[in-house]
T-cell receptor, first 113, second 114 residues
């Protein structure tokens, strides 16, 4: 049974810091991994989707890496800003379940000026 | 604008009073699903639909019903809500069923059952 874990559960950093959020999964036979951002009252926004054949995806100040063999993904946020404050979730499709996503519990990030 | 919409966004109700949360997407997506999010438990899938008239249970379907009469709509029905169904609900859709396409989520519906 696929399980997804995110560390740390919460993070508070000053503006401008580079930071790394971690995601691990127990079943390495994944098709892809997706990182979401959750803002209160605004649902989930997809940030990056990494296919199993890829090792990295970049979007602006965000860079996500994937190491299937070790069951890990990291989300790197460069030069953090207060507007980055949100909860970040990673998710993988359930084995054989394609569309169905298994989510981690999330990392709650606070970036203070 | 491509989006998934949910209504209502906030709802307070009492035990046993039937309610429906609507979900609509304007992207012609085949696949739609409902999740609930609870503190410490994360997001869990309630029901999903691979296409019109095709629905199936997710991980936590007890106490819920769904229907998919049209491709764009996927309402979640609570016939007799109970306090343990107090949660934050999300509808999601993706282009193709049986794929690993990006999923798009609605803004969420916060439900409180007294």
């Amino acid at each position: 049974k696929q399980e997804v874990t995110q560390i740390p559960a919460a993070l508070s950093v000053p503006e401008g810091e580079n930071l790394v959020l971690n995601c691990s999964f127990t079943d390495s036979a994944i098709y892809n991994l997706q990182w979401f951002r959750q803002d209160p009252g605004k649902g989930l926004t997809s940030l990056l989707l990494i296919q199993s054949s890829q090792r990295e995806q970049t979007s602006g100040r965000l860079n996500a890496s994937l190491d299937k063999s070790s069951g890990r993904s990291t989300l790197y946020i460069a030069a953090s800003q207060p507007g980055d404050s949100a909860t970040y979730l990673c998710a993988v499709p359930r084995s054989g379940g394609y569309n169905k996503l298994i989510f981690g519990a999330g990392t709650r990030l606070a970036v203070h000026p | 604008e491509a989006q998934v919409t949910q209504n209502p966004r906030y709802l307070i109700t009492v035990t046993g009073k039937k309610l429906t949360v609507t979900c609509s997407q304007n992207m012609n997506h085949e696949y739609m699903s409902w999740y609930r999010q609870d503190p410490g438990l994360g997001l869990r899938q309630i029901y999903y639909s691979m296409n019109v008239e095709v629905t199936d249970k997710g991980d936590v379907p007890e106490g819920y019903k769904v229907s998919r009469k049209e491709k764009r709509n996927f309402p979640l029905i609570l016939e007799s809500p109970s306090p343990n169904q107090t949660s934050l609900y999300f509808c999601a859709s993706s282009l193709r069923a049986g794929s690993t396409d990006t999923q798009y989520f609605g803004p969420g519906t916060r439900l409180t059952v007294l």
